[in-house]
Structure formats: C-alpha cells, structure tokens
C-alpha cells in the first residue's frame, strides 16, 4: 500500500496491534530538486555565494544534507504515518525543531556555569514531540553510518538515545527539577566532558584578538575573508534598529544604553548549513566599560517562519510572538533552556527580522566526528537524549501556562505506554528516513553534476 512515496505497514503482533512504519524509500530526484529550489530561491537575490557554499557543504555527505534539509524533512512529515504514541497534548510541544548532533555544544550560561546544552533554536515551534525525537534519530544514523559503526550499533543507538530520553521524562514527571537539572563536568564523561571542559581554556582576550584588532585606541573588525565590510546605508540601518533591541531585551536583564554602542558591524559568511543564504552579522558594541578590553561581539541573524510550520501550520499561535519570526526564535530559546544569554533579544531592518545575541567566547561546538566506537557514541546520544527531555518539560507550563497548559513530561511518559514498541518505532522510521536521505543526498549530487537550478 503505497503513501505518495511512502508506504505504511500494519503489523500484527500477539499482544496488540501497532502501527509500524515501514518507508519505502525512493529516489525522487524531482521533488528533491524542486523543494530545494522553492526553499532556497528567497534569498538568492540577497546572498547567491551563500547559497552555492550551502550546495557544497550539503553534497559532502547524507548527514551535511539532513542538515539543510528541515524543510524537505517536514513536507514529509506532512503525509507519512503518525506514531502511534501521540495524543492531542504531545501533538503539541514546544519543539526545538532541527534536532541533529551538531545542534549541541557546550557554553557558559548567564549564571557562569559551563553546561553542555542545545545551542539552536531557529526552528523553535509548536508540533508532535515525536518530530524532534525522529530527527534526532534518524541523524544518528546517519551520523554512526558515516564514522563507520555497524548497522546493529547504530540501531542500538538509536534505542540508547530513547531510553534517556523516556527516563528523564519519567523522572520529571510530578516535580519541577527539569527547571534546574543541567549537563556539567560533575555529571558528563567521555567527549561530551572534554567538549565543557573545552570552555576553561577560552578567554575574552584571545576571541577578541581572532576578530578584531585595535587601532589609534579603537576596537575594529580585521578583514577577513568570512567578515566582509557593509554598505554604508546597511550600517547605518542596524545602528538605527539597535534601540529597538534594547528595548525587547526585558528590564530586569538590561544594560544601559551606553553597553550596546556600536563600534563596528561586519556581515558574516559560511557559517552553519540549513541556515547559510540568510543574512548574519556580527556587530561589536562596547560592553561594560570603555575599555576595549570587554567588548562584545552581537551575533544578528536573520530569521524566517520555522520549517516545522510547514506540517503544522498556525499551531503556534502568532500572538505567542507578536508575528515576528525573531521573536519567535527568541522565545524558543528561553522556553528550551535556562539561564539564557541576557542578550537575547530581536529588532527588524525593513520589514525583515533578526535575532540578536552575544557570539560568546565562552562557545564550544560539539564534535560528532570524535564518536568513533560504539561506547563513545552511546554515552553521547545518552546525554542528548537527557538535554532534549529537559528542553521539551520545562517549554509546558513552566514556562508559560497560557501556551501550553499541561505538563509534557507527565503526557509523554503517559502516552508512551510501550518503550519497547517505541523505540522499536523510531528504529524503524530511522533506518527508513535516512535511507530515503542517502536517495535525496544523491539527488542534490546529480542535480549539481546537471547544472539543475537550486535556488
């Protein structure tokens, strides 16, 4: 029985019926080719060597691909089978929205501890909290297929990562210690241990100094080839819209005005995957003092509806961020997290929104490369699984009870009333989706070799 390119296979056990999806992945070179074209085209315009180093940067492997891909994943999402652990409460969680491997790393919070934490958030939105687990799932794979892991491994992976995930779950049922749990180097081994301690041998001197450089007594922006000069009415737009982002930052959490001062603005290229074809810039601003010794560096990125919306449209009330779609992000973020960066805050140039917060010296990328044997693989996933629990329990009504107004933890360790036929779900649609990634990887490959428009 075949789903547009799918198909869905009930199969019948001894204990009860579940439904097990079985995806028949295809190559759908068209599809691929067109989505890529219809998500991309926007920004062609403002940032075509963008999206051409997004072209390369996908073509390297399946799991770079996924990476670019939230949008492809979620038209999909849109016509393939429900899991059949949901309700009407756990279609609707505050999802992080891109959960893949690389979307983790460790970083200095606003309270000073060095945590290891979800560090994305663009594609914050309301959905099925099986969306992010499926996500996360399926660039396992992708991820363990590429260092090398066996198939079994990888499977296993995927079913270490749900179990952490289900029982931390368990665990925050009934109480509120999802609002003050966190990964540290007290409770974290293996390379996700090294990748917080990464963080102490880090300094504001020595990020500054990669940057910038001062002359005459002033802090500037070096030339470098990822930090090019803006057009002098761009600099002069986002000085203008600095005071509307002071203002979104909340007073409790506000300097003085004098802190936000611009001292230079650059636009930032190559950085990310799903992201590269928006616009990014780096702004340096004074900081505490006058010494240039405590500048800072604001990270303002432009943000755009999240790909999530795209297979549940309106779930997200626009009133919950005032439609605008840096708002949104910003609000994912502080739902999703704690202790979160004070300068968190969004503006507009036009019509346009950007996000804007601290590019933290204090900012360590999670490197998935390093997961080369099962064991050190396992105790990753393992904490990933912790972190996205956490993340999903403390966005219900914790964070704000006029948005969602039960609790997630207690939903979804109710819902999941088999762990076993779960996890045995996910596995499935995992190895299935990613099959269909490696189709789709391909696709974008002989697209390039053709010369195919992509955006």
Do not use: C
Not at 48 to 59: C, I, V
Not at 76 to 90: E, G, I, Q, R, W
Not at 135 to 142: C, E, H
Not at 190 to 208: C, N, P, Y
């Amino acid at each position: 029985m075949q789903r547009s390119t799918f198909a869905k296979i009930l199969l019948m056990t001894s204990s009860a019926l579940l439904a097990t999806q079985v995806l028949a992945a295809t190559p759908r070179y068209s599809t691929v080719v067109s989505s890529l074209y219809s998500f991309n085209h926007p920004y062609a315009a403002q940032a075509s060597n963008e999206l051409a180093t997004k072209m390369t940067k996908m073509a390297v492997s399946p799991f770079s691909f996924y990476r670019g891909t939230s949008h492809l994943f979620y038209k999909d999402m849109m016509t393939l089978p429900a899991s059949s652990y949901t309700n009407a409460s756990t279609n609707k969680v505050w999802l992080q929205g891109d959960m893949h491997l690389q979307n983790f790393g460790a970083l200095r919070d606003d309270s000073s501890n060095d945590i290891f934490d979800i560090n994305d958030f663009d594609e914050g939105y309301f959905g099925a909290y099986v969306w992010d687990v499926r996500r996360m799932a399926v660039s396992i794979i992708l991820a363990a297929k590429e260092n090398g892991l066996s198939s079994t491994d990888r499977q296993q992976l995927v079913r270490d990562f749900i179990d952490t995930y289900l029982n931390k779950n368990s665990e925050f049922k009934g109480t509120s210690d999802e609002l003050t749990y966190r990964l540290t180097t007290a409770n974290t081994s293996e390379v996700v241990k090294d990748t917080i301690q990464a963080l102490a041998g880090k300094s504001r001197s020595s990020f500054l100094a990669k940057y910038t450089a001062i002359t005459n007594s002033a802090r500037k922006f070096q030339n470098l080839t990822d930090l090019v000069a803006v057009p002098s009415a761009t600099y002069t737009a986002i000085n203008s819209a600095m005071s509307s982002y002071i203002s979104s930052i909340p007073a409790a959490k506000r300097y003085s005005n004098s802190y936000y001062a611009v001292k230079d603005i650059r636009q930032k290229l190559g950085s990310g995957v799903g992201s590269l074809g928006k616009m990014r810039y780096y702004v340096l601003v004074q900081g505490a003092t006058t010494s240039t010794s405590d500048d800072v560096i604001l990270e303002m990125k432009q943000q755009s509806s999240s790909t999530v919306a795209i297979a549940a449209p309106n779930l997200m009330p626009a009133s919950a961020y005032n439609s605008n779609q840096a708002y949104r992000m910003v609000r994912s973020a502080k739902a999703m997290s704690s202790n979160t960066d004070r300068l968190y805050g969004y503006t507009t140039l036009g019509s346009v929104a950007y996000s804007l917060r601290e590019k933290s010296p204090f900012q360590e990328d999670f490197d998935y490369t390093l997961l080369t044997s099962y064991g050190k693989f396992k105790t990753a996933v393992e904490y990933m699984g912790k972190v996205l629990a956490r993340a999903h329990s403390m966005s219900d009504q914790d964070y704000d009870a006029t948005l969602i107004t039960y609790s997630i933890d207690k939903q979804i360790t109710d819902v999941v009333t088999s762990s076993s036929s779960f996890k045995d779900e996910i596995v499935n649609f995992s190895l299935d989706y990613a099959a269909q990634v490696e189709y789709d990887w391909q696709s974008l490959k002989t697209a390039q070799q053709n010369g195919a428009t992509l955006y």
